[in-house]
């Protein structure tokens, strides 16, 4: 009968309420979370989205079922503090190490990167009061002779990410992942500081930057290991006349994050140097990285990068042009130009005839002084 089927029911409906309890009780929650502030909501949600990428076999899709969804990997990584953990990393790696520590500590970063201490101007271990000092070791002078015959050298050791013809004012940071040029470089907004004319509204951002008719514009990305030479040097002769400091996150720069983050080198803090070379428009980029806040250009005294507080999207200007000197910088092929505290990223994007040639391979080691491209 109708009454005896309920009865066999009855606790099927019971266990029923009760396996849908815990759903309700979530969905209740989660209502709860949505009308939490964002930075809130962001903060209560953040640890089960680290557990969701971190248990096995999808413990945690079922959460699914209830509305809820994880920050994706892309977020999760950008809400990492890399900017403080990169001035922590710099205020250790300040700290003077004990003689007897010194050797051991040195030659596990020496085995774990590859490094050659055969070209360093001094091999002793000891020497090196901080793991600063060794990371801004200098090489003998005739480890990294410069190439005279080529007018484009590699401004230091690294690897190749990309290089080729800027198009359509995008530029690849590795191959299939673009940026804006004009997000890295920033917007034209002064005649006077800077050695190419603003914008117009007919005129593309490539376009403002190419001031000789005929001329391409071009573009090379050099990625620094932990393991390599960390100085810079200047890639060609020429005048820098203005100085360009993004404030930005610090996300790591190896490929595999350069083609997981669409824009990587336009959210991380960078140094835009911008000048004239004999073909015209030059810059060069040290785009800073994790550990890597500390980016040191050796004739700029006023530049202090990983600063504790920034706007985002802000940057700062300062003109190396003055009434007494109205030239700017002047820098020879080979110079020393800079320095990082790590490994990170150069990138060159400059002015040159349609004849220009790269000397080069995507994925190459490269060394400072090679040749990167001639006419």
Not at 74 to 92: D, E, F, I, N, Q
């Amino acid at each position: 009968t109708m009454c005896q089927s309920e009865a066999r029911r009855g606790p099927e409906l019971r266990a029923a309420k009760w396996l849908h309890f815990p759903q309700l009780a979530l969905r209740r929650r989660l209502g709860q979370l949505s009308c939490m502030s964002r930075p809130a909501l962001k903060l209560r949600s953040w640890p089960l989205t680290v557990l969701y990428y971190l248990l096995p076999f999808g413990a945690l899709r079922p959460l699914s079922r209830v509305g809820w969804r994880p920050v994706s990997r892309v977020a999760l990584y950008k809400s990492v503090p890399t900017r403080l953990l990169s001035r922590a990393w710099g205020r250790l790696n300040q700290v003077e190490l004990p003689h007897w520590l010194r050797r051991p500590v040195y030659s596990l970063y020496i085995w774990t990167f590859g490094v050659n201490m055969k070209e360093a101007a001094v091999e002793d271990l000891h020497h090196y009061r901080n793991l600063s000092e060794f990371f801004r070791r200098k090489l003998k002078p005739q480890a990294r002779p410069v190439c005279g015959l080529h007018s484009v050298i590699s401004p230091s050791d690294g690897k190749i990410l990309n290089f080729g013809q800027v198009k359509n004012s995008e530029v690849e940071q590795v191959k299939g992942v673009t940026y804006s040029l004009e997000s890295f470089l920033g917007p034209r907004t002064s005649v006077e500081d800077l050695p190419f004319p603003p914008a117009t509204s007919c005129s593309s951002f490539r376009n403002q930057l190419v001031t000789r008719e005929g001329n391409e514009l071009y573009h090379c990305v050099i990625y620094l290991a932990p393991g390599d030479y960390h100085c810079f040097h200047s890639p060609t002769d020429w005048t820098v006349s203005h100085r360009r400091h993004f404030p930005g996150s610090l996300m790591s720069v190896n490929p595999g994050m350069a083609r997981w983050i669409k824009e990587l080198f336009c959210h991380n803090e960078r140094v835009v140097l911008t000048g004239d070379w004999k073909h015209g428009f030059f810059s060069l980029t040290a785009v800073g990285a994790t550990n890597v806040g500390s980016i040191r250009i050796y004739f700029d005294r006023d530049l202090h990068t990983n600063s504790p507080r920034y706007s985002k999207g802000s940057y700062n200007d300062f003109s190396f042009v003055t009434h007494a000197n109205k030239e700017g910088i002047p820098m020879r092929k080979g110079e020393h130009l800079g320095e990082f505290n790590l490994g990170s990223t150069i990138v060159l994007i400059f002015e040159a005839p349609k004849d220009f040639n790269f000397k080069l391979k995507a994925g190459q080691k490269i060394r400072f002084g090679e040749a990167l491209g001639s006419l």
